[in-house]
């Protein structure tokens, strides 16, 4: 289990429950919780725990964050989780046809990808055309991740053929890429390239509309404590916690 859970970021963070409208928040107190989450969920599941925290005191949740399908198998290989928030519905599946899944997955959220490239953005690029010139440096994630699976989405849609610089295993690797300066750009989502602030410029392209990813969360059957594993799903999908989301650029799920 070391092994499988090597280089993911974990952070402790204390629970809190929210008001508001959307799902009614779960009771929850003294509970812990541990959430697998899509690395792109990193900055608004630590806010969102944040939150959570003065309303249930005494109940803690640990994030685990890292790509989709990394902890979709670290789950169905057994690591203990009580609840998990993927990047794609297909990643979701792996955990819900293992039969971990206590219910069926909702969708929290939306994202669409694209090009990140450095403050200033010096090698003009305006396009997915672009990242096939000779010379440019791309870096990209690897295609089993819902963020590389999305990218391949739009470039078959765009028609272009890219060899990517490195491929990564999460998007924040990717990311990582562009603002150490070792690529020109990478595909990487909205979210991610606004939470960078201003390491990075962000390039929109239309085919990014052709790959938006839905992210799929649900409690888990072996949760330690259901009832705290709840009340966090649920404060994530009322209208508290979809603010936040939008607020880091995520799109609502479909009505």
Not at 102 to 119: D, G, K, T, Y
Request: charged content about 20%.
């Amino acid at each position: 289990m070391r092994a499988a859970l090597a280089g993911v970021a974990a952070l402790t963070l204390g629970l809190a429950g929210c008001g508001g409208g959307g799902a009614p928040a779960g009771k929850a107190g003294g509970g812990r919780v541990t959430v697998f989450a899509a690395a792109s969920l990193t900055e608004t599941f630590t806010r969102l725990g944040r939150d959570f925290e003065a309303a249930h005191p005494g109940t803690t949740v640990t994030f685990n964050f890292a790509g989709s399908s990394a902890l979709a198998n670290q789950i169905t290989q057994g690591a203990p989780a009580d609840v998990f928030a993927a990047a794609s519905p297909a990643t979701m599946r792996t955990v819900t046809d293992a039969g971990e899944a206590a219910e069926s997955p909702v969708i929290l959220a939306r994202n669409q990808l694209v090009i990140a490239v450095p403050r200033g953005n010096p090698r003009r690029i305006s396009g997915l055309a672009d990242l096939t010139r000779p010379g440019v440096k791309v870096a990209q994630c690897a295609e089993q991740v819902p963020c590389g699976a999305a990218a391949r989405t739009a470039l078959d849609a765009a028609g272009a053929r890219l060899t990517p610089a490195t491929l990564e295993q999460d998007v924040k690797g990717a990311l990582a890429k562009v603002k150490l300066g070792e690529v020109d750009a990478a595909l990487v989502y909205r979210t991610d390239a606004r939470a960078a602030g201003s390491d990075v410029d962000a390039v929109e392209f239309a085919e990014s509309a052709r790959a938006i990813n839905d992210y799929p969360i649900v409690v888990l059957k072996r949760a330690g404590d259901p009832a705290a594993a709840r009340a966090f799903v649920d404060h994530v999908r009322s209208d508290a916690g979809r603010a936040v989301l939008t607020a880091a650029g995520f799109q609502p799920p479909q009505a």
